[in-house]
């Protein structure tokens, strides 16, 4: 059974563009979560999706979106990229109906914002 | 979500079991304690969970104490590969439309397995 796979595995922006991650699920998990990992916040939470619909969100600012398509696959995007957005990029995904708060993570989207 | 303190860093040496302790005296009665690792560069990995009555997997047993107020995860035999950031994590457990997939992650405790 495939893991959670995302892609990009790194990349490097500069500051003011914009970047789109890449998250596919495990098959069968309709829930994608997303977080972001940093050496100083460490490990927080940025939002959850469930059957396309974003059902919880954490605290960051708007430049932080995402959306979830139909086979469950999501993205995250970020615009207008600070320095401070230098970071790894994790998606988890799980099932909705059992397992709660199990989540099977990804290796991981780093991200370098110059 | 109840707040967990764990130790900073650990060491253990190789084949010897590790024991990683986490405090949570605030934790509610419909509250599970979760084990999470992070082994470096690599995405958390899920190890256990448990609301009050011991728990063992392949992979780790989680020890509760009657009161609730802390737990001990136990690595029964330590290898080089289990040297990560362990994560107690506690959470309430819902099942149905109430489930999520946020969880709190705290700083964790480094375990350093040495040979």
């Known amino acids: 059974k495939a893991g959670v796979t995302q892609t990009p595995r790194y990349l490097i922006k500069t500051r003011g563009q914009q970047v789109t991650l890449s998250c596919s699920p495990i098959?069968?998990?309709?829930?994608v979560s997303w977080y972001q990992q940093t050496p100083g916040q460490g490990l927080q939470f940025l939002f959850e999706?469930?059957?396309?619909?974003?059902?919880n969100k954490g605290n960051f600012p708007g430049r932080f979106s995402g959306r979830q398509f139909s086979n469950s696959r999501s993205e995250m995007n970020v615009s207008t990229l600070e320095l401070g957005d230098s970071a790894l990029y994790l998606c988890?995904?799980?099932?909705?109906?059992?397992?709660?708060?199990?989540?099977?993570f990804g290796a991981g989207s780093r991200l370098t914002v110059l | 979500d109840a707040k967990t303190t764990q130790p900073p860093s650990m060491d253990c040496a190789e084949g010897r079991a590790a024991n990683l302790p986490c405090n949570h005296s605030?934790?509610?009665?419909?509250?599970?304690v979760y084990w999470y690792r992070q082994i470096h560069s690599q995405g958390p990995q899920y190890i256990i969970h448990?609301?009050?009555n011991n728990e063992t997997n392949e992979m780790a047993s989680l020890i509760i104490t009657e009161d609730r107020k802390s737990s001990t995860l136990i690595l029964p035999h330590a290898t080089l590969r289990d040297t990560a950031v362990y994560y107690c994590?506690?959470?309430?457990?819902?099942?149905?439309?109430?489930?999520?997939?946020?969880?709190?992650f705290g700083q964790g405790t480094t375990l350093q397995v040495k040979p």
């Open positions: 988890a995904s799980r099932t909705a109906t059992s397992g709660a708060n199990v989540l099977t």
């Open positions: 098959s069968g998990h309709r829930s």
């Open positions: 999706y469930f059957s396309e619909t974003q059902r």
């Open positions: 605030t934790i509610s009665g419909n509250e599970y």
């Open positions: 448990g609301l009050k």
């Open positions: 994590i506690v959470r309430v457990c819902t099942h149905g439309s109430g489930n999520t997939g946020k969880l709190i």
